[in-house]
């Protein structure tokens, strides 16, 4: 089962950041944050993934708790383009722990 | 770099028959996961293959299988295919057992059943 809880829809006007958020409070020590977004019928993208420490990036930045049971992705001036699914998801960090994803948030961006 | 292939994009079958899907990671990655993709369940791990073997496995019948080869490319197999069987299937590639890797997704195959 998911380890996180995300709001499964959130509007954001073009051009204004779009604040993601996702509660993970039974993160364990060893598991990172990830986030991946699906375009409509295209495969999941990676965004961004971090472990304790703000992480930011060419696509968005990170902001994780002190406590690390929640997180919020940041899309700072949000396009059309980013209308999608958005996954937060919690995993350790080797390749075969399962990616366990759960309904997401539907992001629509508005002109 | 080229990212993950998958072949063929769309597929239709009809019931009770079997179907093979291919997926070529990205050059040098060694490890491939595949993901079923449906509107009333999301996505649903179905098992992950490192270096020809597999590591890990979802809760789905033994009508799914996989096979990883020595070049890192993965088919998985659906068999007795069911109505229900209809999906996107997704494959994606990870670096290595490192730490912190990220999963590159292919655009899928869809699958139609009838």
Redesign the interface.
């Known amino acids: 089962d998911a380890k996180t809880t995300q709001p499964p829809s959130m509007d954001c006007a073009e051009g204004r950041a779009a604040n993601l958020p996702c509660n993970h409070s039974t993160i364990s020590g060893n598991e990172?944050v990830?986030w991946?977004r699906q375009i409509h019928?295209?495969?999941?993208?990676?965004i961004i993934?971090g472990?304790k420490n703000n992480e930011t990036n060419e696509m968005a930045s990170l902001i994780i708790t002190e406590d690390r049971k929640s997180s919020t992705l940041i899309l700072p001036h949000a396009t059309l383009r980013d209308t999608a699914v958005y996954?937060c998801i919690v995993r350790v960090?080797?390749?075969?722990?399962?990616?366990?994803?759960?309904?997401?948030t539907s992001l629509s961006v508005i002109p | 770099k080229a990212g993950v292939t998958q072949t063929p994009r769309y597929l239709i079958k009809t019931r009770g028959q079997q179907v093979t899907l291919s997926c070529s990671p990205i050059s040098g990655h060694r490890s491939v996961s595949w993901y079923q993709q449906t509107p009333g369940q999301g996505l649903q791990f179905l098992f992950e293959y490192f270096s020809e073997t597999q590591r890990n496995k979802g809760n789905f019948p033994g009508r799914f299988s996989g096979r990883q080869f020595s070049n890192s490319r993965s088919e998985m197999n659906v068999s007795t295919l069911e109505l229900g069987d209809s999906a996107l299937y997704l494959c994606a590639s990870s670096p290595s057992d490192r730490d912190g890797p990220e999963a590159f997704f292919g655009q899928g195959t869809r699958l139609t059943v009838v």
């Open positions: 990172y990830y991946y019928s295209q495969g999941p993208q990676y993934h472990l996954y960090a080797v390749s075969y722990d399962k990616v366990i994803f759960g309904p997401g």
